[in-house]
């Protein structure tokens, strides 16, 4: 098994690509290590010291690294916990845990509006930020302000500010005049 690497805009996260599908649908935030028995892999990953979260995609898992970690030190193990995992047969999920299809449920004077929303993040913002070793996700809508949750490495990104203010409020303001300000919300 050879598992690539691709640095993201996030200094302190990494990309791994094992070459075959990780999550079947949704995707799977762990920004803590509290709650990753839902996962082995998660599990295992976490066992490296100086990982600090997780987050699966489709066909990849993003590490998120402590501040005082270097990824020369702890990249050889995390890839050693990524291998050990796939030739031991386990699912990356445990049995009865569930995947995050995305967007938080709206309904309402605002639901054409946030259909409207969600269908840009799905088509245009959610595969390109999927690039980069990470995902944005509806949270709300409220008097013209969009609410958006990111995860894995768009999650603490330097740039990730740039990205919602630059990108995403931009595109959302040209194609829905009722959007006026984009705005990120913690977990």
């Known amino acids: 098994m050879f598992i690539q690497t691709e640095s993201t805009p996030n200094p302190a ?25 839902k996962s082995p892999l998660a599990e295992r990953i976490f066992k490296v010291a100086g990982v600090s ?15 005082a970690t270097e990824w020369d030190h702890i990249k050889p193990a995390i890839l050693g916990a990524i291998m050990e995992h796939y030739q031991s047969g386990q699912s990356v999920m445990a049995g009865d845990a569930t995947t995050a299809s995305g967007h938080a449920d709206h309904s309402g004077e605002d639901s ?6 969600k269908e840009l993040l799905d088509t245009r913002v959610r595969p390109a930020v ?6 944005i996700t509806f949270h709300g809508f409220d008097r013209g302000v969009v609410y958006l949750h990111m995860q894995g490495a768009c999650a603490g990104c330097p740039s990730s500010t740039i990205t919602l203010k630059m990108g995403i409020e931009n595109l959302l303001r040209h194609y829905i005049p009722e959007v006026t300000e984009v705005r990120p919300v913690g977990v």
């Open 53 to 67: 979260g997780v987050f699966f995609g489709n066909d990849f898992v993003t590490v998120t690294k402590a501040e």
């Open 130 to 135: 999927a690039q980069d070793g990470g995902d």
């Open 13 to 37: 996260t990494l990309k791994f690509l094992p070459g075959q599908t990780v999550l079947e649908t949704g995707t799977a935030d762990f920004p803590t290590s509290e709650g990753a028995e």
């Open 112 to 117: 054409e509006i946030v259909g409207q929303i």
